[in-house]
């Protein structure tokens, strides 16, 4: 099965801030890597997916970069509505693992 | 609204069986391949299943294979996961998920559907 590492696993920020989360994989991968948001115990949202591509509706401060076997979601000008646990997922073959999730809070 | 609602979810004892559904609605469940992610309290997410868009392809996570299955009813809009030989560490809360039609995410979930399994 692939792996999938997140760094860090929690970090504090402030409204305005730029964050930057990491994900790692332990096998090529290729472009097949998603980023999701999860609050309060609901179903995650999709952010990002293939990497780098915005979901529709995802505002823009939201981007994904990387291929292969590292990845990158960052925010640019954290708002008060994503302080949230964000997990990134590989689609490139089962089981579709998922990473072991980031906590960004204040 | 493209919406994914789970229910059947509830309190078994070890060694017990259930039976998820998942009301697809404002979409066509079989234009779509659809998956099964559960999260035990407090932890992350653990993709379980998937279903080819006509049922006839499956997929599953080691740790549940050969006890549980997916299945689906295009026309009633509904996707199945049938939950056999429950243990404690299933115990989590389980989403229907849908896989989208561009790239390879999961682009739509449910609210989810808790299952308890304990004595």
Redesign the interface.
Known sequence: DIQLTQSPSSLSASVGDRVTITCRSSQYISK?L?W?Q?KG??????LI??AS?L?SGVPSRFSGSGSGTDFTLTIISLQPEDFATY?C?Q?YS????????TKVDI | EVQLVESGGGLVHPGGSLRLSCEASGFVLSSHWMHWVRQSPGKGLVWLSRSSPDGSRTVYADSVKGRFTISRDNAKKTLYLQMNSLRPDDTAEYYCVRDADFGRAFDIWGQGTLVSVSS
């Open positions: 097949y998603n999701y999860q115990g609901k179903g995650p949202k999709l997916y293939d591509s979901q997990y997922q689609s089962t089981p579709f693992t998922f990473g072991p999730g």
